[in-house]
């Protein structure tokens, strides 16, 4: 064995900046593609801001990876300094629902991302806080730090009481909360049928514009990729990868985030295999990877009964002669089946039913309604929307004992479906 050997000495012959194919990076004006019209939109709904004026509230929603974090971000921070040179005092809080996902987490970290305790004196502290005194300091870190402060929630969905913060934040102006500083908040949502389920107070506070991110098309991400194409060294991709990643992205997504993963996956696998340059075939690997590790996020935000109810649609799936939607009656007796087999609680008919139209609302699921004929009523038909194979891996990355034996019903292709069931030790949920 080499002794002393450096493991990180060695030139990487691939990337010279792989931080700019990160969905997290914010780049400037010039690398943000298509998105003009949203951006001019966005700006209308702020420019007050810029005089010190109270912005408008707006609602920005459409599939993940269509640009709506990055431009409100953007936008968001070019607004500060444009205010600035009016002598306007503008904040920004970008806050992720998916990490803070209770009324008083957020308002929390609100206060710690616009606070300044040395002018203050106000502190933030991670527990021991009713959600009533954290709004307090809120409001006092506002009127004494700042003109106007923006808030940006994005995930808006993933907020447990979010019609308490919709309502509360929109209205401390009115409600005399804060006396100086001028407060808008922009929500954001992948989930485009999202607005229909918040209270009607909510809604008119937080609805006041509403904007839609269509998806990219191949084209657009093509461009996307291109003004990112310096995060490799020259000569390193091959003519054909760029068009060929973008196209695999905009046939299925329009995603931008999909198009980047895949693009630096690309590049990771050459790595690995220790090749000077990112071919054709090294995409094709990493859009496989790509569409497991999408699968996986949303596997994680799934509950035990879910798990089942999705994986008993996928032993059907696999198990019918032609790629034909499921009936979810067909699902729920699967999934009597899969419960048995793995033991606890069996969930209703109708709750399998809810579940299903949540996993429809992650866009896991594609149900279409049809009726049985005259005098037969309707039934909903349930069509995976990615491959079952894949789903399936990612179903198996949660899981922790494979269980086996379970069968279709008699009416499906008798295959053997040993290995697709399999056990997840927590609790049901």
Same mark, same amino acid.
């Given at each position: 064995m080499e002794k002393n050997r450096d493991y990180f000495e060695k030139d990487d012959p691939i990337f010279l900046?792989?931080? %700019?194919? #990160?969905?997290?990076? @914010?780049? $400037? !004006? &010039?690398r943000i593609i298509g998105r003009d019209e949203q951006l001019s939109n966005l700006a209308n709904v702020l420019r007050p801001a810029t005089k010190g004026n109270e912005p408008n509230n707006a609602f920005v929603y459409g599939k993940t990876g269509t640009g709506k974090s990055l431009c409100t971000k953007y936008l968001s921070r070019q607004l500060i300094d444009t205010a600035a040179s009016n002598d306007v005092r503008v904040g920004f809080a970008y806050i992720d629902c998916l990490q803070d996902s209770t009324e008083?987490?957020?308002?929390? +970290?609100?206060?710690?991302? @616009?606070?300044?305790?040395?002018?203050?004196?106000?502190?933030?502290? !991670? +527990?021991? %806080?009713?959600?009533? =005194?954290?709004?307090?300091?809120?409001?006092?870190? %506002? $009127?004494?730090?700042?003109?106007?402060?923006?808030?940006? %929630?994005? &995930? @808006?969905?993933?907020?447990?009481?979010?019609d308490n913060v919709l309502r509360l934040l929109p209205a401390a102006g009115e409600a005399e909360k804060i006396r100086h500083c001028k407060l808008g908040v922009i929500g954001i949502s992948n989930k485009t049928r999202f607005k229909q389920s918040l209270g009607d107070r909510a809604k008119s506070a937080l609805c006041d514009r509403e904007f839609v991110f269509p998806p990219y098309d191949a084209e657009e991400l093509c461009a996307i990729l291109e003004a990112r194409s310096d995060a490799f060294k020259d000569d390193v991709l091959e003519p054909e990868v760029i068009p060929f990643a973008s196209a695999l992205a905009g046939q =299925?997504?329009?995603?931008?985030? #999909?198009?980047?993963?895949?693009?630096?996956?690309? !590049?990771?696998?050459? #790595? &690995?295999?220790?090749?000077? &340059?990112?071919r054709e075939s090294h995409v094709e690997k990493a859009h496989h990877e790509a569409e497991k590790n999408q699968l996986h996020e949303l596997m994680q935000q799934l509950t035990v009964q879910s798990h089942r109810v999705l994986r008993s649609l996928v032993i059907l799936d696999q198990s019918t002669r032609s790629d034909r939607p499921v009936k979810s009656t067909e699902v729920y007796s699967m999934y009597i089946r899969v419960s048995e087999q793995v033991g606890g609680r069996v969930l209703s008919q109708r709750r399998v039913r809810d579940l299903l139209s949540e996993l429809e609302f992650l866009e896991i699921v594609e149900q279409r309604r049809k009726g049985a004929g005259r005098g037969e009523g309707n039934y909903m038909e349930n069509h995976l929307l990615d491959n079952s194979e894949t789903v399936l891996e990612a179903l198996n990355e949660e899981s922790d004992e494979i269980v086996s034996n379970i069968q279709p019903a008699e009416s499906l292709e008798n295959t053997n479906q040993s290995n697709l069931v399999s056990k997840n030790n927590d609790s049901d949920s």
């Open positions: 900046n792989k931080d %700019l194919l #990160q969905i997290s990076h @914010l780049p $400037d !004006g &010039e008083t987490q957020v308002i929390q +970290s609100i206060g710690q991302v @616009l606070n300044d305790s040395s002018n203050t004196e106000v502190h933030f502290p !991670g +527990s021991g %806080l009713p959600t009533s =005194e954290y709004y307090n300091r809120l409001w006092t870190v %506002l $009127d004494t730090l700042y003109d106007v402060v923006i808030i940006i %929630l994005d &995930e @808006l969905d993933k907020l447990t009481d979010v =299925e997504y329009g995603d931008a985030r #999909q198009a980047m993963d895949i693009l630096r996956f690309s !590049g990771e696998i050459a #790595q &690995e295999e220790n090749v000077s &340059e990112v």
